[in-house]
């Protein structure tokens, strides 16, 4: 079965400061990774995913992420934050079209002045 | 522009009393999902539907209902039967194609006293 972890469930970070927001998954075939975010009160939009090939994927509003097979784990980067980024961020894993999309509980960005 | 409308943003309802939430799509999606989401608990699907006149439970299905006669449509029922009604509930669409992500409607928030 495939499961998601996302190790922190509030990252604060300062303005303009870089931020990693950690996910780490666990699946005995190939999957599919994506990041969301999700801003107060409004359903969830992808910020980027990844299928295949370069392991290190590029989102909307300056993010990036890194597939790394061998730790399972799919972390989301900022080099610098803004106070615009203040939301939650959910990490999610799929095996194929058919398959249920699985998520992780959220990590809380606090983005201080 | 294409999405999912999701109606009313808020519900306010008496314990003992069955509600609908709304969703509709015109993505032209034939996979649309129901999750809940609860503080802390990330998104926990409820049930989704690949096919009009076709649907299958998640992973919270007791207290709940759906129907699909419509592809654009998904409604979903909290019956009294659902213990713990008080959440946020968004609806998603899924297109064809390998990896597909999800798209949201921006929730309904219902309050059950």
């Known amino acids: 079965a495939q499961s998601v972890t996302q190790l922190d469930s509030q990252v604060p970070v300062f303005e303009e400061a870089p931020v990693e927001l950690r996910c780490n998954y666990s699946s005995s075939v190939s999957v599919y990774l994506f990041w969301y975010v999700q801003y107060p009160n409004q359903g969830l939009q992808l910020l980027l995913k990844?299928?295949?090939?370069?392991?290190l994927v590029k989102g909307i509003n300056g993010f990036e992420a890194e597939f790394n097979k061998s730790q399972t784990s799919f972390h989301l980067r900022k080099p610098s934050v803004h106070i615009s980024d203040t939301a939650e961020y959910f990490c999610a894993v799929t095996r194929n079209r058919d398959d249920k999309i699985i998520f992780g509980k959220g990590t809380r960005l606090h983005i201080l002045p | 522009d294409g999405g999912i409308t999701q109606s009313p943003k808020y519900l306010f309802r008496k314990e003992g009393q069955n509600v609908t939430l709304s969703c509709e799509q015109n993505l032209n999606h034939d996979a649309m999902y129901w999750y809940r989401q609860d503080p802390g608990q990330g998104l926990r699907l409820i049930y989704y539907?690949?096919?009009?006149?076709?649907?299958q439970k998640g992973d919270i299905a007791e207290g709940y209902s759906v129907s699909r006669e419509k592809k654009e449509s998904f409604p979903l029922t909290v019956t009294s039967a659902q213990k713990n009604p008080t959440a946020f509930y968004l609806c998603?669409?899924?297109?064809?194609?390998?990896?597909?992500?999800?798209?949201f409607g921006n929730g309904t928030r219902l309050t059950v006293t």
């Open positions: 539907s690949q096919i009009v006149n076709d649907f």
């Open positions: 998603a669409s899924r297109g064809q194609g390998v990896a597909s992500p999800l798209h």
């Open positions: 990844y299928l295949s090939g370069s392991t």
